[in-house]
C-alpha cells in the first residue's frame, strides 16, 4: 500500500510538473523579424499603440479612393505574414488592407500570448487606427483562429461593418482540451483543467472570460463564419454551435475536406469568391 501510494504521489507531481512546464510554453511569446514587406505590394510600415503597453506593427496597403479597409488578423503563434495571400488578392480588388502583428508575436512586443484576451484590444486598436487613417471608409475584417477570437471576446465585439471568421474555437475550456486530446486521447480531457488552472495565476484573467460563442451573439453586423469539415482542432460542430449564436445576417461556409489550416491556401480562388462576394454585398462596395 506505502509502495502504491507512493508510486500515485510521484506521478500526481510529475504530472504536475510537466503541465507547469506546458503552460509556461503555450503562452510564451512567438517573436521573430518579419523580414521586408512583400515587393509586389505597395506597403506602408505603420505602428500603433495597443494596451497594455505594446506597440503594435503592421503593414498598410492603400486601395482605392472610397473603398473600405479590411483588417486582418493571424492566427497563433503567427504573424502578418501568415496573411499576405489575402492582403493580396483583396489590394488587387481594390480594398485597402492593415495586417499587422498581435502582441507577443512577430514583431510587436508583449510578455504573453492570451488566446485573444489581450489580443482583443490590439484588434479594437487596428479598428481604431484605420478609422483614423480613412474616417468616411467601411471597415471589414477577418479574424483566423485566435484573430477571430480576438474579435469576439473584448469588452464588446470588434465593432466592424463586415466581419469574417476562420476555424473559431467556441470556449478556451474547448480548445485546450481538443488540443490535448489529439496528443493524449480521452485522458486529455482530464489534464485539460491542469493548463486552463494556470491562465489566472500566469496571465491575470479567468479563463471563463474567453468565450467567442458568448460574444458572437452580440455581434451587430454580418458574419461570414469558415470551418473546415475536417478540423480537429475546432471541431465542426463547435463551428456550427457558433454559427447557431450569431445573429442574422450571417453565413456559414464549410470547406470540405480542410482541417484547421490556411483556407485561403487550402480552396484557393473558390475562397477568393466567398470573401470577395461577402464584403462586395456587406460592404455595398460600389454603392450596392
Known amino acids: 500500500m506505502k509502495r502504491a501510494a507512493a508510486a500515485l504521489i510521484a506521478v500526481i507531481i510529475t504530472i504536475s510538473v510537466v503541465a507547469l512546464w506546458a503552460g509556461g510554453l503555450l503562452v510564451a511569446p512567438e517573436m521573430s523579424t518579419v523580414g521586408q514587406p512583400p515587393a509586389d505590394l505597395r506597403v506602408e510600415a505603420v505602428t500603433f499603440p495597443s494596451k497594455f503597453s ?10 482605392h479612393d472610397g473603398w473600405p479597409v479590411i ?5 497563433v503563434r503567427a504573424n502578418r505574414l501568415s496573411m499576405m495571400s489575402r492582403a493580396r488578392f483583396l489590394a488587387a480588388a481594390g480594398y485597402s488592407v492593415l495586417a499587422f502583428d498581435f502582441q507577443a508575436h512577430g514583431e510587436s512586443p508583449g510578455a504573453h500570448i492570451t488566446f485573444g484576451h489581450r489580443e482583443a484590444y490590439d484588434a479594437e486598436a487596428a479598428v481604431k487606427f484605420v478609422r483614423g487613417l480613412m474616417p468616411s471608409a467601411r471597415v471589414g475584417a477577418i ?20 466581419l469574417v471568421l476562420e476555424a473559431v ?8 482540451a481538443d488540443r490535448l486530446v489529439l496528443r493524449f486521447g480521452s485522458l486529455g480531457r482530464y489534464v485539460a483543467p491542469l493548463l486552463t488552472l494556470q491562465v489566472k495565476p500566469r496571465l491575470g484573467f479567468d479563463p471563463a472570460e474567453l468565450r467567442p460563442i458568448r460574444g458572437i451573439a452580440a455581434v451587430r453586423c454580418p458574419v461570414l463564419l469558415i470551418a473546415g469539415s475536417e478540423d480537429t482542432r475546432t471541431p465542426l460542430a463547435e463551428s456550427k454551435r457558433m454559427f447557431d449564436m450569431a445573429p442574422q445576417p450571417k453565413e456559414l461556409w464549410v470547406v470540405t475536406g480542410a ?3 490556411n483556407f485561403h491556401r487550402f480552396a484557393g480562388s473558390q475562397y477568393e469568391e466567398r470573401v470577395l462576394s461577402f464584403f462586395s454585398r456587406s460592404l455595398k462596395v460600389g454603392g450596392g
Do not use: C, K, N
Open 54 to 63: 505594446s506597440t503594435i506593427h503592421g503593414w498598410f496597403v492603400r486601395g
Open 71 to 75: 483588417v486582418l488578423m493571424h492566427g
Open 143 to 162: 479574424g483566423s483562429s485566435q484573430g477571430g477570437a480576438a474579435a469576439l471576446v473584448g469588452p464588446r465585439p470588434l465593432e466592424v461593418d463586415a
Open 169 to 176: 474555437y467556441a470556449t478556451l475550456e474547448e480548445a485546450v
Open 259 to 261: 482541417g484547421h489550416v
